[in-house]
């Protein structure tokens, strides 16, 4: 059996719609905070089992008779490395024999501070002595796509990622890959820096946000503190605000670059272009 964790989650929904066309429902474990939110997996025949990823015990239980196991991280930054550590622990009492694990792209050498928890887990993985591979994802389009509404209502996209190249993918693109390594055999020890085909700066998207939309948005560049200052004033909490300005700074230094082309290969297409993104937001 398969599991994932995070499974109503916005990638997790997603790993799971892929699965469903290769896998038979009955042989895959969605594992969720709040079963309530997985109705419509019960109703495909997915086995929904409920654990957090405080809870070791729960995990251990949610994980009998679990062959793989896909830990997708946690969406809670700063408590990452014990709640995955909890997941890892608990699959090794339950005698999972693969995991795959979401990390971040390029993880050993990003600039990003969002990369310390995910190689501590990584290191994590790797003293278990469970079989594993890292799927480490680059940026998700819709992280900077979510910013479109205010910047088409005010004319100015902000951020500081300078004249960074973000080479992003959908989460659809990310999920297709994790359902293809964590169904497939073949895919232990092995290390995927997954990312999008094409590679575009802020000041690109913006204009192709004002081509689609025929209004005009012009890319303003901030410093770090400026930029984090500005989403807390738009109500975002002081950490996640922190977090994105970071990850923006990281940005400019190369950090969400990557022109492997191993995501595609991966999913035998190419990644959604920044269009084709940009299109469906609008």
């Known amino acids: 059996m398969i599991a994932i964790t995070g499974a109503t989650g916005q990638l997790g929904q997603h790993v799971l719609e892929q699965l469903l066309k290769t896998v038979p429902?009955?042989?895959?474990?969605?594992?969720?905070?709040?079963?309530?939110?997985a109705g419509a997996l019960s109703q495909q025949g997915v086995i929904v089992r409920q654990a957090d990823y405080t809870d070791q015990a729960a995990?251990?239980?949610?994980?009998?008779?679990?062959?793989?196991?896909?830990?997708?991280?946690?969406?809670?930054?700063?408590?990452?490395?014990?709640?995955h550590l909890n997941v890892i622990n608990a699959a090794k009492a339950a005698g999972v024999k693969f995991i795959a694990y979401t990390s971040?792209?390029?993880?050993?050498?990003?600039p990003l501070g969002l990369h310390v928890e995910h190689v501590e887990t990584e290191n994590a993985l790797a003293a278990s002595g469970i079989p594993y591979a890292l799927l480490r994802n680059g940026w998700y389009s819709e992280n900077y796509l979510a910013s479109?509404?205010?910047?088409?209502?005010?004319?100015?996209?902000?951020?500081?990622?300078?004249?960074?190249?973000?080479?992003a993918a959908t989460r659809a693109d990310y999920a297709a890959a994790?359902?293809?390594?964590?169904?497939?055999?073949?895919?232990?020890?092995?290390?995927?820096?997954?990312?999008?085909?094409?590679?575009?700066?802020?000041?690109?998207?913006?204009?192709?946000?004002?081509?689609?939309?025929?209004?005009?948005?012009?890319?303003?560049?901030?410093?770090?503190?400026?930029?984090?200052?500005?989403?807390?004033?738009?109500?975002l909490p002081a950490g996640l605000a922190d977090m994105l300005a970071d990850s923006d700074v990281g940005a400019s230094k190369g950090g969400l670059f990557d022109d492997s082309h191993t995501l595609s290969s991966l999913i035998g297409r190419p990644t959604t272009p920044l269009a084709e993104s940009v299109k469906s937001i609008l």
Do not use: C, M
Not at 61 to 79: P, W
Not at 158 to 167: T, W
Not at 207 to 215: I, T, V
């Open 104 to 110: 971040l792209l390029h993880a050993d050498t990003s």
């Open 59 to 83: 995990f251990t239980t949610a994980l009998a008779g679990v062959d793989k196991l896909l830990l997708i991280s946690s969406s809670e930054v700063g408590q990452r490395t014990p709640q």
């Open 148 to 167: 479109a509404p205010p910047a088409l209502e005010h004319g100015v996209f902000i951020g500081s990622a300078g004249e960074g190249k973000i080479a």
């Open 178 to 235: 994790a359902a293809r390594v964590i169904s497939e055999e073949g895919h232990a020890g092995k290390v995927y820096e997954l990312a999008g085909d094409s590679a575009w700066t802020l000041a690109e998207l913006t204009e192709e946000l004002s081509r689609q939309s025929g209004k005009n948005v012009v890319y303003q560049n901030l410093s770090e503190a400026d930029f984090s200052a500005a989403l807390k004033g738009f109500g």
């Open 25 to 37: 429902a009955s042989q895959l474990v969605a594992i969720v905070r709040n079963p309530a939110k």
